[in-house]
């Protein structure tokens, strides 16, 4: 990484450059198959449906749902900073742009059933709320109990940027769990064996957990482990994190 700011608080995210850099530019979304591949696999191999799917720390990018909008009736999008939803708002009016090499290659992995503009009008539509939420809070959406329960609620490579320690970590878990009703199901993403990101000008610190310690801390929120796939870090990755791979768990409640 070049001679950057560090950085603990998140205040300073610039969702623009995130989004250029880590998802939108050619190299960028080719780097990021991986990620729908799996969120693809996972949806269709375990037949996974529901009314009401909760993406916990969206950020700027809706990467994380193109494959669920087919199989959930609802999404909700959430982040801790208002600028990324800002972002996800503009993009919903049509303002701001997300990654169509990257749907276009979900509806590649779905045998071309729709366009990728058709998907993207239809999660526009399918989004019925962008939420403030705070992980690292016992009740993470606040009282607002018409969005306490959900049948899905994915959260990819948010909790390690939430907090800086592995007790801290599984709190979080816990807490994300609370949102979901008995028996859904819980789509976690994390980076693996490295502390630190860049963003921008700033390198921000993350938490350094292993595979272990996130399977111990989804026990420990009372939730069963059903799959797992863990990507390699690649080298675009490693221009701008320090992780050494990429895990996806999809877990019970
Ligand atoms: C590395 S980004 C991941 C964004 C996106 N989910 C993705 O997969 O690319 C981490 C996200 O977690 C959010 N975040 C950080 N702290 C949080 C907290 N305490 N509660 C909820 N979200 C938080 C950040 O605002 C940011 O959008």
Redesign the pocket.
């Known amino acids: 990484m070049a001679q950057l700011k560090e950085e603990k608080d998140?205040t300073s995210?610039d969702p623009e450059w995130?989004m250029q850099e880590?998802?939108l530019s050619d190299e960028a979304a080719n780097n990021m198959k991986g990620?729908v591949e799996v969120f693809h696999k996972f949806f269709t191999d375990h037949n996974l449906s529901g009314k009401r799917l909760l993406?916990?720390?969206?950020?700027?990018?809706i990467?994380?749902l193109i494959t669920a909008c087919n199989h959930v009736d609802e999404i909700y999008l959430?982040?801790?900073?208002p600028q990324?939803l800002q972002y996800l708002e503009k993009w919903r009016k049509g303002e701001k742009r997300q990654s169509e090499q990257l749907i276009d290659h979900v509806m590649d992995l779905e045998g071309r059933q729709m366009t990728a503009g058709q998907r993207e009008s239809d999660l526009k539509s399918k989004v019925k709320g962008m939420l403030p939420?705070?992980?690292?809070l016992s009740k993470?959406l606040g009282d607002a109990s018409s969005y306490s329960q959900f049948d899905i609620v994915v959260?990819?490579?948010?909790?390690e940027?939430?907090?800086f320690t592995v007790d801290g970590y599984a709190k979080?878990v816990e807490n994300v769990s609370s949102l979901l009703k008995k028996d859904g199901f819980l789509i976690l993403?994390a980076c693996l064996n490295g502390n630190s990101?860049q963003?921008g000008d700033y390198k921000y610190k993350a938490v350094s957990i292993t595979k272990e310690g996130i399977q111990s801390a989804l026990r420990q929120a009372g939730l069963v482990v059903i799959a797992t796939e863990e990507l390699a870090e690649t080298d675009y990755d490693a221009k701008y994190l320090s992780f050494d791979s990429y895990l996806y768990i999809l877990a019970r409640k």
């Open positions: 998140l995210f995130y880590l998802v990620d993406d916990v720390g969206t950020g700027p990018t990467h994380t959430s982040d801790f900073l990324n939420i705070d992980v690292t993470p959260s990819s490579y948010c909790i940027t939430a907090v979080c993403c990101y963003i």
